[in-house]
């Protein structure tokens, strides 16, 4: 390659990229996200440079692009490659909040690449190398874009090495709340979604490219780190302990976490086998032993409504972050920022098959996951002694829903339900508003309607199987509706409920 800056240098100063967060005012709770108030934020800068100008001397690879074209972070994700497999070498001080890190990133490219991005927001990147070679990078906002000395043909599988190191930054989402890096009174949680995974490690982080992890965490002895998937080892020498997880299955990054603190780990096995991991804040031990207990008769119980579970472990982490206001459904392990209550453990563990292991294309089909694990709620409440489905899609329709539920938000929360339909929220400040948890649920329980109990579970579990481990888009659910019940009509359904404006009719 002809290019002569000398390698193993920034192109440009390197960016931090932690300026372009927002004033927005953080204390929104999304513990019932619709009630998140409408916190506007134009979050769209400006477009980054994406690669550099291609050097000069016949070569055929072009710059992969910056972003995969999502509806609402257009930054988000990079083109030109699939991520197969992230190795994450990290170190993390607690006291000093800094985190130390090596990224090994195993891709195929998906066309000659002669430079590709990253997404990463803040941190400081000391040394890229592609192939063992040293590369040329720079970065500009949460672009970090790397140009290997030799350009990468189509179809090749290359590997990229970033070592970084700096104070991981917390980021606001457009919604209001906060998530990639956030501190805890002993520690610090990584939480990811839609954003946040690029403040703790470079990576192609657009739900669309799963791939998988393992995740080695050195912290001080005394400590614990927990990740996705399940514990390879664990080895304590010279007053530091590195905890290594490993996710075999493929796994979107939002998904991915790390908790580092004290914890009180527990372990066992389901009835059916299953490897079940709890970590548990001490102070929340004595809050959450009831309803962790619950955990293994709820998987039981989503196994044989949804089908057999998508991962080799499940588990929980529950950790202090008071006024966080929400819970996620982290790969194996979903994080609580409090003790779950047996509603929310149903909702988080639902998202293992809806949203997991089935994953949305682009963060506009979120009601897939929303929607989905909102009704696995309104099912566990039917066949545990609560109101049938059917009552609380009455309840919703006729607003009194809201009144009943002290959490509800009243007459608002009744008329927010209707601000826009479920399959296309108008911006990413309302990706968790009411319509896609709520009225996502009430188009699959038209579903239910029209085709019955029975072939409704059918299409339920048909939908996890046909998108295990994969990605899916609400064009294709419909279709795959459509495809289980030949004989009828689904297109009001999908006009009024999934895609209309507006409080669809009484039918
Ligand atoms: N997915 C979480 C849940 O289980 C809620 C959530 C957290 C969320 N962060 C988000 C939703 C960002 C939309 C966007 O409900
Ligand atoms: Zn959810």
């Not at 302990?241 to 075999?248: E, K, L, Q």
């Not at 639902?350 to 994953?359: C, I, L, M, N, R």
């Amino acid at each position: 390659m002809s290019c002569s800056a000398p390698a193993d240098q920034p192109v440009d100063r390197p960016v931090d990229g932690a300026a372009d967060r927002s004033a927005v005012p953080a204390s929104a709770v999304r513990r019932r996200p619709w009630r998140t108030a409408a916190l506007l934020l134009g979050v769209l800068a400006v477009l980054p440079a994406s690669a550099l100008t291609a050097c000069d001397g016949g070569v055929r690879g072009t710059p992969g692009g910056f972003g995969v074209r999502d509806p609402y972070f257009p930054k988000l994700g990079n083109g030109g490659y699939d991520v197969r497999h992230y190795g994450l070498t990290l170190a993390y001080e607690p006291g000093g909040h800094r985190l130390t890190g090596t990224a090994v990133i195993t891709a195929r490219a998906t066309q000659d690449l002669s430079a590709f991005d990253l997404d990463l927001k803040g941190l400081t990147v000391e040394k890229v190398t592609v192939d063992g070679e040293a590369a040329r990078w720079n970065r500009a906002g949460q672009e970090l874009t790397v140009r290997p000395r030799d350009e990468v043909s189509a179809g090749g599988t290359f590997r990229t090495t970033v070592r970084y190191s700096g104070t991981p930054v917390t980021v606001t989402d457009p919604d209001g709340t906060e998530e990639g890096w956030l501190r805890t009174g002993d520690g610090a949680l990584a939480l990811g979604e839609p954003t946040g995974s690029m403040a703790w490690f470079p990576g192609n982080h657009h739900p669309s490219d799963k791939a998988s992890y393992e995740v080695s965490v050195t912290v001080p002895e005394g400590l614990t780190a927990v990740s996705n998937g399940e514990l390879r080892s664990e080895r304590t020498a010279h007053g530091r302990t590195t905890f290594v997880w490993r996710t075999a299955e493929p796994m979107a990054s939002y998904l991915a976490t790390l908790a580092v603190g004290r914890f009180e780990v527990s372990r066992s096995v389901t009835d059916d086998g299953l490897p079940v991991c709890t970590a548990v804040d001490p102070a929340l031990a004595a809050d959450s032993r009831a309803v962790l207990a619950e955990l293994p008769e709820i998987v039981a119980w989503e196994e044989k409504t949804f089908g057999p579970y998508p991962f080799s472990s499940t588990g929980a982490i529950v950790d202090r972050l008071d006024g966080l206001g929400y819970a996620l459904e982290t790969q194996n392990r979903p994080v609580f920022p409090g003790a779950p209550d047996t509603g929310t453990l149903v909702h988080e563990l639902a998202h293992q098959w809806y949203g997991d292991s089935v994953t949305p294309e682009s963060w506009r089909d979120m009601w897939l996951n929303e929607g989905f694990a909102t009704y696995a709620e309104w099912l566990w409440d039917e066949d545990h002694g609560g109101d049938p489905a059917q009552r609380t899609f009455d309840a919703l329709y006729d607003g009194s829903w809201f009144d009943a539920d002290a959490d509800g938000g009243g007459e608002q929360g009744a008329e927010a339900m209707w601000a826009f339909p479920p399959a296309k929220p108008p911006g990413a400040a309302q990706l968790s508003d009411s319509p896609v948890y709520l009225r996502g649920a009430m188009v699959l329980h038209k579903i239910r309607q029209k085709v019955g109990d029975e072939a409704f579970l059918g299409i339920l579990r048909g939908w996890a199987a046909a998108h295990r481990h994969g990605n899916a888009d609400t064009a294709g659910f419909t279709a795959y509706v459509e495809k289980r019940a030949p004989g009828e009509d689904f297109s009001g359904i999908w006009r009024d409920w999934l895609y209309g404006d507006g409080k669809p009719d009484r039918p």
